[in-house]
């Protein structure tokens, strides 16, 4: 009988990033969550959410020729080009099925960063502690001797290697995961901690949702080197009351507004263009945000609002890109 992927297990945000004893820390990737088994010949790619994935990744199944029969793995497909992770190569392959899905994964191949074992050779790893799941995964990759698209992912209890790996945001590392050393494999609990790095900066309203005079978010840029005003990102929903403070500090974009004309799209994924008040560029804010970018330089994941910085003006904000 065919072997049942299990619901991934899950994490909770912690707000700072101590390595507790007993406790592991493997890296954070900018990726797509994804289980993947192999039976008896039939491969299985699964998203977090439970959609197949498999035509769009035909790399990642033709790779599974190089795993043992009935295994199964947990893990993150990532694209890396430049130097960096490249999410949004990632999104542009979903829709993709046939030759052109194997036109694109000549293009920007797709690795398995593999973090977890939940089965393997028939044997079902998840009631096993992390520690000896790590261990039977790392003697996988060594005995097998496994190549691409297949990539092990860090492991660590060592506090100075997890410092270490909160610096290399630039690259498009989102954080750390911890993971209890005695802990099993529970499908579907937020058993895993993570601790995404944020940082606090500045940036430019140029547009808003909702009324300007108590915005639900922001539409955010910055300066080039050439002058231009370029969008950077957006903020989460807003309360009503930082809203209405916000917006008594904006005035209604003027004719020549830098975005005139532009569209701004709701999300990944998705056609649907956001419906936006342009706003006179002259108001900076302090927002936190993730290191994650994507190709142009843009902030992947929305900002949080802090506060108006009316104490600096827009030529003290840093240029796009920096």
């Known amino acids: 009988m065919t072997w049942t992927l299990p619901e991934p297990m899950l994490s909770s945000p912690v707000p700072e990033p101590r390595l507790r004893p007993g406790w592991a820390a493997e890296l954070k990737w900018d990726g797509f969550r994804a289980l993947l088994s192999v039976d008896a010949g039939k491969v299985v790619l699964r998203s977090r959410r439970g959609t197949e994935m498999g035509p769009a990744f035909p790399e990642i199944v033709a790779g599974a020729a190089q795993l043992p029969d009935a295994t199964a793995l947990d893990g993150e497909l990532v694209v890396w080009e430049e130097g960096r992770l490249a999410f949004e190569r990632l999104q542009n392959r979903l829709q993709r099925r046939g030759a052109g899905a194997t036109r694109a994964a000549d293009e920007a191949p797709v690795h398995f960063v593999t973090f977890d074992l939940l089965r393997l050779s028939g044997t079902n790893t998840t009631r096993w502690p992390y520690q000896r799941r790590r261990a039977a995964l790392e003697s996988l990759f ?35 995961v911890y993971k209890r050393l005695d802990g099993a494999y529970e499908p579907g609990v937020r058993g895993w901690l993570k601790y995404k790095v944020r940082e606090t900066t500045e940036a430019i309203v140029g547009a808003v949702t909702g009324p300007a005079a108590s915005p639900r978010g922001l539409l955010l840029g910055r300066y080039d080197d050439q002058g231009r005003l370029q969008y950077v990102g957006r903020t989460t929903t807003l309360a009503r009351a930082t809203g209405n403070t916000i917006g008594s500090h904006l005035t209604p974009g003027e004719p020549g507004h830098p975005w005139t004309g532009w569209t701004f799209s709701a999300g990944w994924g998705t056609q649907r263009a956001l419906e936006v008040h342009l706003v006179q560029p002259d108001v900076v804010m302090e927002v936190a945000i993730d290191v994650a970018l994507d190709s142009a330089g843009r902030w992947r994941h929305p900002a949080r609002a802090h506060r108006v ?7 003290q904000v840093p240029l796009f890109g920096e």
Not at 149 to 173: I, K
Not at 309 to 315: L, S
């Open 142 to 176: 060594a005995a097998r001797q496994l190549t691409a698209p297949w990539a092990l992912c860090p492991s660590t209890t060592d506090a100075e290697a997890v410092r270490e790996w909160l610096t290399w945001g630039a690259v498009g590392m989102e954080g750390v």
């Open 309 to 315: 910085r009316t104490d600096i003006g827009v030529d």
